[in-house]
């Protein structure tokens, strides 16, 4: 069965750059887009932009151009989503979705929980 | 980027009711919708897909409809375990985006 396990939650200072993963399982990891959303305490889903595991292609949301990068090593499995100039208002809880080519998400990580303070 | 609206931002109803939930797209988007449900501290739930197809496995209470600009989520008859949050989100085309989601509680 497809599994994404995230890695645990992480607490940053303003400034700083968080990594999180996204290891994959239980389909051909270079198959299918891995998309990133995240969730601020108490509001909805934001979506940050996804990567093509296979091509290394990336496509973000424009509200984080220049501050986030998607990447992945396909001999683990595993995709990454590094955020950088971490501001108070990026902790959120953020979701690696794997899609159904090109459609709906179908499958979910777990969350990592994110927090920015000083 | 396409809006997506979606209403009511929070209802409640009493268990057996029937419940809607409308979203509306700024431009046409065919059928590319979907819905998902999500419970506190968990990961949202894929529930309907290009706008009116169950997901393997989601009870028959849940369906959606429309296309275009406007679509609907409906419960048939609610259950104690419907209760969540329940977003609806495009795919027409990239960036992807989500209606604002709304609190489905209990009365």
Known sequence: QVQLLQSGAEVKKPGASVKVSCKASGYTFTGYHMHWVRQAPGQGLEWMGWINPNSGGTDYAQKFQGRVTMTRDTSISTAYMELSSLKSDDTAVYYCARDLLNTALPYWGQGTLVTVSS | ?107
């Open chain 2, 1 to 107: 980027d396409i809006q997506m609206t979606q209403s009511p931002s929070a209802l409640s109803a009493s268990i057996g009711d029937r419940v809607t939930i409308t979203c509306q797209a700024s431009q046409d988007i065919s059928k590319y919708l979907n819905w998902y449900q999500q419970k506190p501290g968990k990961a949202p739930k894929l529930l309907i897909y290009d706008a009116f197809n169950l997901e393997t496995g989601v009870p028959s209470r849940f369906s959606g409809s429309g296309s275009g600009t406007d679509f609907t989520f409906t419960i048939t008859s609610l259950q104690p375990e419907d209760i969540a949050t329940y977003y609806c989100q495009h795919y027409d085309d990239l960036p992807l985006t989500f209606g604002g989601g709304t609190k489905v509680e209990i009365k």
